[in-house]
Structures are given as C-alpha cells and as structure tokens.
T-cell receptor, first 111, second 115 residues
C-alpha cells in the first residue's frame, strides 16, 4: 500500500536561516503532492502543492521540489521566522479520492 | 464563511459508550473526509465520501461508521468506544471536480478521550 515517510521528526533552525523538510513516498503512480502546516491546537492548513508533471514550484518564502526518480519531495522555507514553528506534513494523492499523510516534522525556530 | 466546522471540540467517553462527531462545510465541496491523528503519527484516513450519497473505507475504518447526510454534512459515529479510539479527529473537505486546486480544508478537530 501507500506509505509516506519523513526523514527527520524534529528540525531546529535559527531564525533567519533556511529550513528544509524532506518527505519520501513509495508509490510511483502518485500524481499530486501537498504540504500542510499544523499549528498547535489547529487543523492542518495548506501551504503549497505540486503536480507530478512539475519538479519545482515556488510560493511566498516556500519552495517545493519533487524528484520522481527517487520518490522524494522537499519543502524549503526561506528566512525562517518564529511564526513558522509548527508541524509540517507532506500528503500524497494517488488517483481516486484518497490522500495519504506522512507522520510530520516538527519545526522549531530559535530566536 | 465558517469553512469546516466540527462539533464537539472536546469529549470524554467511557468504554462502550457511543457518540457521533458532527462535521459541516459551507464551501459546496463535493468530497468530505474523516481522519484521526495520534501522537507522533500523521493523519490516518478513517472514511471518506467522494460525493453526496457515497461513502468508502479509508485506512482505519474498524470501529467507526459514517453518514453523508447531505452535501454539507458528514458525521462519524463510534458505536462502542474503546480506549484505542482516544485521538484527535479531523474532518476535511475537498472541492474535487477538476481544476488546479484540490487542497483539503480542515476543521479545528475533536479531541476524544475514552476512559
């Protein structure tokens, strides 16, 4: 079945540095990938998405990179701010209506 | 617009009790989902409803039932609660139907404790 993994459960970065959060997936038929941010006590919120026909997509301070060859995607946050502290999930869609979430990476931003 | 609204926000049940978690969305989305989130784990899909009138099992459906009452509402029922069902439950909706944007919109969650 589908599985989605994250390389690091916790990431600590200095304010102003760039953050990179990684995610591996197993199903080569996956066609849509989403990053969500979850702040304490809240539901996940959409950050950025990418489709399988792309390898890079940029948003405001965030970039998602997709490497289909090794089934890996990453979320890059530029100039990390204290407000970026949260748990970040990658989610993978593989046809149909199911979206599978990874375990999450907790990002700590040190002032 | 309220988005996705879940009730209740908190609930404590005794083992064997039943309850229904309510979810409503006002975005006219076709698909609705129930996830559970346990500590140290990602969101696991319990059940989903691709459209009004249909429901399907997700990754962890045992011990749960769902009802897609209408396009707006999708409820999750625990018939006989067990301590293993202690978790935070999230409802989500997705537009689907084509187009660029298929992100999920989540409710605030229901924190359920079964003692």
């Amino acid at each position: 079945g589908e599985s989605v993994g994250l390389h690091l459960p916790t990431l600590s970065v200095q304010e102003g540095d760039n953050s990179i959060i990684n995610c591996a997936y197993s199903n080569s038929a996956s066609d849509y990938f989403i990053w969500y941010k979850q702040e304490s006590g809240k539901g996940p919120q959409f950050i950025i998405d990418i489709r399988s026909n792309m390898d890079k997509r940029q948003g405001q301070r965030v970039t998602v990179l997709l490497n289909k060859t090794v089934k890996h995607l990453s979320l890059q946050i530029a100039a990390t701010q204290p407000g970026d502290s949260a748990v970040y999930f990658c989610a993978v869609h593989t046809g149909g209506f199911k979206t599978i979430f990874g375990a999450g990476t907790r990002l700590f931003v040190k002032a | 617009n309220a988005g996705v609204t879940q009730t209740p926000k908190f609930q404590v049940l005794k083992t064997g009790q039943s309850m229904t978690l309510q979810c409503a969305q006002d975005m006219n989305h076709n698909s609705m989902y129930w996830y559970r989130q346990d500590p140290g784990m990602g969101l696991r899909l319990i059940y989903y409803s691709a459209s009004e009138g249909t429901t399907d099992k997700g990754e962890v459906p045992n011990g749960y039932n769902v009802s897609r009452l209408n396009k707006r509402e999708f409820s999750l029922r625990l018939e006989s609660a067990a301590p293993s069902q202690t978790s935070v439950y999230f409802c989500a909706s997705i537009p689907w139907g084509g187009g660029e944007n298929t992100e999920a919109f989540f409710g605030q969650g229901t924190r359920l404790t079964v003692v």
